[in-house]
């Protein structure tokens, strides 16, 4: 019988753990279990002691050249003693193996294991080692360019706005709202003056859910799988941006927000033109990660409703009126 096609599958955790044991040369008692799917799919690999994470990417998600570029930011940031989760490389030196899945060539790479746990809502004092970690890695990443995609009004703004109308019809209030403020935010971009602020390579993704924070405050941080090139502020506003939507009572969030920008501040100055586009870019990062899910609709199509995006731009419109940005 012929097998029908697929563009999604899971892979085995039995046999992911196989092919690690031969190829890392971990011992025999390794065991290997799916953590879970999104983006890509995650599996935490056992080694009597030792823990890692075993990534695979998902089919046509990233290719070869991009994770490439992922693995070479985190050699860099591992090299200047930053508390990431690195790349382990095989018995060959490789890092990435290649797996034939049943929709296609597939990707998988070994992480470190971050220890700790996650924590959703954080104290003023792990905001701050936030930011101070944050702006560590941006002194290393300053002025710094990768091979991958480059955060601008076309793939922040443009782009998602039209992969979202694959989904929504451009009459709808809500998608009218993202088409307006699109608009409002591509030119406030095109006035930048880039010498005030600084551009790099950015993780885009710093929030509770991408690190692990130990007892002692410890942070590591994890999963670059969004990291590209683009301003450094729009790092420091998403981080704002998930903090707002998380902290409901808004003199807490001042606190902690407060406290996140004085921990980067820390280490790094922002200039008061950084600064000021931490409203902007946060909105435009609501409507970027409005594009990835449209994109993704095999992983997000539960998402994709208009009662869901009600509820998103709601958010964003949340966040306008909150930082007094006019229409």
């Not at 990062?285 to 869901?308: A, C, K, M």
């Amino acid at each position: 019988m012929t097998h029908f096609p697929v563009t999604r599958s899971i892979l085995s955790a039995t046999a992911l753990g196989k092919l690690v044991i031969e190829k890392y040369g971990l011992s025999p008692t390794c065991t290997c279990q799916l953590y879970r799917t999104g983006m890509n799919h995650t599996y935490f690999i056992m080694d009597n002691e030792a823990k890692y994470v075993l990534r695979v990417y998902c089919y046509n998600w990233r290719s070869k050249s991009e994770i490439e570029e992922e693995i070479k930011l985190l050699q860099l940031l591992k090299e200047n003693q930053l508390s990431i989760s690195f790349p382990i490389p095989d018995k060959k030196g490789e890092f990435i193996q290649d797996i034939n899945a049943p929709e296609g060539l597939r990707h998988a790479v070994l992480f470190s294991f971050a220890e700790g746990g996650k924590i959703r809502f954080m104290d003023p004092e792990t905001c701050f080692s936030i930011g101070a970690l944050m702006a560590k890695i941006h002194t290393v990443t300053a002025n710094k360019n990768t091979k991958r995609i480059v955060y601008n009004s076309e793939t922040l703004l443009e782009l998602p706005y039209k992969y979202a109308i694959n989904h929504f019809p451009e009459s709808n209030l809500e998608m009218q709202f993202v088409k307006k403020q699109s608009k409002k935010i591509s030119q406030t971009f095109e006035k930048i003056d880039f010498t005030k602020v600084q551009k790099g390579i950015i993780h885009l993704d710093i929030w509770y859910d991408n690190m692990s924070v130990t007892e002692q405050n410890g942070i590591t941080l994890f999963d670059f799988d969004f990291c590209g090139s683009g301003m450094l502020i729009l790092d420091v506003a998403y981080f704002c941006k998930q903090l707002f939507h998380i902290e409901s009572d808004k003199v807490a969030y001042e606190l902690k927000k407060d406290q996140f920008l004085k921990g980067y501040q820390s280490i790094r100055t922002l200039a008061g033109e950084e600064i000021k586009l931490i409203p902007e870019a946060a909105a435009a990062i609501w409507i970027f990660y409005l594009g990835v899910q449209s994109q993704r609709f095999d992983w997000s199509n539960i998402f994709l409703t208009e009662n869901y995006l009600k509820m998103y731009v709601g958010r964003m419109q949340s966040w306008i009126t909150y930082n007094d940005l006019k229409d």
